[in-house]
């Protein structure tokens, strides 16, 4: 079966800018979680959506926003981007019930210049 | 919320030695502990994965044990090999629905 999907591969954009980001999960898959990925601080939990609710959130401002929709896909939003914004962006699907395996996409290389 | 501490940041061993990877956790709620493994460029994929209830499991050359008391788990991999060489982590999932949290990464480099 289809694995996760993140699109777009790449993007560069100017401080100020908006953007926003796409993932399709496995087929079945009801939760969503986003991460950002930069050199030196790991995988930075942005937020989980499980049946089109937002059921957890990390500890990010609130220009980073997200939604489901009801086929599970999700996109997270960034507004009024920062330099610091700049990094890989990576979604994990899995079915969302308690301790089941988390599959990534290939994440999106997000460039604020 | 889980914090997730894992250590080293680096680790460089020659080929055919063992690698160690360190975890701990804060939650005590914590019960699903999985690694992920992610070579340059590519995403993180899964290896290994442990569950409260057992304390060590084993898939050929990777080991992960656990130790609740101590909240921390460790990552073993034996007889190392180039294509070992990747960024593990570590990551922790509370009671209920809570989020998977991560640790900041290892960077293996096997030395052939």
């Known amino acids: 079966k289809a694995g996760v999907t993140q699109t777009p591969r790449y993007l560069i954009k100017t401080r100020g800018q908006q953007v926003t980001l796409s993932c399709s999960p496995i087929s079945g898959h009801r939760s969503v979680s986003w991460y950002q990925q930069t050199p030196g601080q790991g995988l930075q939990f942005l937020f989980e959506y499980f049946s089109e609710t937002q059921r957890n959130k990390g500890n990010f401002p609130g220009r980073f926003s997200g939604r489901q929709f009801s086929n599970s896909r999700s996109e997270m939003n960034v507004s009024t981007l920062e330099l610091g914004d700049s990094a890989l962006y990576l979604c994990?699907?899995?079915?969302?019930?308690?301790?089941?395996?988390?599959?990534f996409g290939q994440g999106t290389r997000l460039t604020v210049v | 919320g889980e914090n997730v501490e894992q250590h080293p940041s680096t680790l460089s061993v020659q080929e055919g030695d063992s690698a160690v990877i360190k975890c701990t956790y804060s939650?005590?709620?914590?019960?699903?502990f999985p690694w992920y493994k992610q070579e340059l460029g590519k995403r993180p994929q899964l290896i290994i994965d442990i569950r409260s209830n057992v304390g060590e499991k084993k898939d050929q050359r990777i080991a992960v044990t656990l130790n609740k008391t101590a909240k921390h788990f460790s990552l073993h991999i034996t007889e190392t090999q180039p294509e070992d060489s990747a960024v593990y982590f570590c990551?922790?999932?509370?009671?209920?629905?809570?989020?998977?949290?991560f640790g900041k990464g290892t960077r293996l480099s096997v030395i052939a």
């Open positions: 994990a699907s899995s079915l969302g019930d308690l301790n089941t395996e988390a599959f």
């Open positions: 939650d005590s709620a914590s019960n699903y």
């Open positions: 990551a922790a999932k509370g009671g209920g629905n809570t989020p998977l949290v």
